[in-house]
């Protein structure tokens, strides 16, 4: 049972990526807006709708606004907005550079579409010390010769590396790689990884759809959409006289978002979810281990 605290990726931290940031046209004070037009805004790194007609001088990103929305992060912010409703999206390969604040010595991705992710660290003096591609081809469905052939291949839509050697200063270079096709992933999650205690058996997955279903009085059912989420429960032992540390840990994240997984050659039986720190409680054991239960509800 493992935790990714993710660092918050700033201008000063995100160096460079190939992800262009001209989804829309940057507003502009002199510009008059039709309703429902878009623009974006640099410093926020966001796509703003106008929500009236002839709307000229009003600042999207002034508080207590009503002539403008936010609708969601530029493309290329897509991946650190702490949300995988809208996913990074671009053709053959995604690529970030990162100036590392602190220690990073993990990196997961979520909502994947690639053939394979990379990872490369270079020290303060630009000199390469980790380099690992992780291919994504899931291998579930071909169990003989004639499923070799004929399976359509998928790809994995979650990865996990560890043990980078990212420490303050050096520069992380993150790689999605889609080949010819279009590459795209709902958030990259790079910071500090915690071993929260040993997974037990029966950690349970699921989702929740929180869809409406309506009948009119006729009898005629209607469905109002909406995206589902992950719900995982993990069971975990900790050993005795470490229950502090993990309620610390676990604590320290507020109400921040995390990366939370039974381990990283795991993510294939759906154990891996981000979402928001859990309440925590577990009984304390006399001796051995003591058993936790967390519930973690993932982002929709």
């Known amino acids: 049972m493992k935790m990714i605290a993710p660092i918050e990726v700033t201008d000063a931290i995100l160096a460079a990526s190939n992800v262009a940031e001209n989804d829309h046209a940057e507003w502009s004070s002199t510009t008059t807006y039709a309703d429902k037009a878009r623009v974006i805004v640099l410093a926020t790194h966001s796509i703003y709708e106008s929500t009236v007609a002839s709307n000229l001088g009003n600042?999207?990103?002034?508080?207590?606004?009503?002539?403008?929305?936010?609708?969601?992060?530029?493309?290329?912010?897509?991946?650190?907005?702490?949300?995988?409703?809208?996913?990074?999206?671009?053709?053959?390969?995604?690529t970030y550079s990162l100036s590392l604040p602190g220690i990073c010595n993990a990196v997961g991705f979520v909502g994947l579409s690639a053939g394979s992710v990379r990872v490369r660290v270079l020290d303060g003096d630009g000199v390469q010390i980790y380099d690992r591609t992780l291919g994504l081809v899931d291998a579930t469905d071909i169990h003989n010769y004639f499923t070799y052939f004929t399976a359509?291949?998928?790809?994995?839509?979650?990865?996990?590396?560890?043990?980078?050697?990212?420490?303050?200063?050096?520069?992380?270079?993150?790689?999605?790689?889609?080949?010819?096709?279009?590459?795209?992933?709902?958030?990259?999650?790079?910071?500090?990884?915690?071993?929260?205690?040993?997974?037990?058996?029966?950690?349970?997955?699921?989702?929740?759809?929180?869809s409406r279903r309506e009948r009119?009085?006729?009898?005629?059912?209607?469905?109002?959409?909406?995206?589902?989420?992950?719900?995982?429960?993990?069971?975990?032992?900790?050993?005795?006289?470490?229950?502090?540390?993990?309620?610390?840990?676990?604590?320290?994240?507020?109400g921040g978002v995390a990366l939370?997984?039974?381990?990283?050659?795991?993510?294939?039986?759906?154990?891996?979810?981000?979402?928001?720190?859990?309440?925590?409680?577990?009984?304390?054991?006399?001796?051995?281990?003591?058993?936790?239960?967390?519930?973690?509800?993932?982002?929709?």
């Not at 991946?79 to 996913?87: E, L, M, N, V």
């Not at 381990?263 to 051995?288: E, H, M, W």
């Open 152 to 210: 359509t291949p998928e790809y994995s839509p979650v990865a996990i590396l560890e043990d980078i050697p990212g420490y303050t200063g050096y520069t992380m270079e993150i790689t999605v790689d889609a080949g010819s096709g279009t590459a795209k992933v709902g958030e990259i999650v790079v910071g500090k990884r915690y071993e929260l205690g040993t997974s037990r058996p029966n950690t349970g997955i699921g989702f929740i759809d929180p």
């Open 59 to 94: 600042d999207p990103t002034a508080e207590g606004t009503t002539k403008w929305v936010r609708v969601g992060s530029t493309n290329r912010w897509r991946a650190w907005d702490r949300s995988i409703g809208q996913s990074v999206t671009n053709a053959g390969s995604i």
């Open 216 to 254: 009119d009085p006729y009898g005629n059912q209607s469905v109002i959409a909406r995206p589902t989420y992950d719900v995982v429960r993990y069971l975990f032992d900790i050993p005795v006289g470490g229950e502090e540390r993990v309620r610390r840990i676990l604590a320290k994240q507020g």
């Open 260 to 300: 939370y997984y039974l381990d990283a050659s795991l993510v294939d039986r759906g154990g891996t979810v981000l979402g928001y720190r859990p309440d925590f409680r577990a009984p304390l054991a006399a001796a051995g281990r003591s058993s936790a239960e967390i519930e973690i509800e993932g982002l929709p």
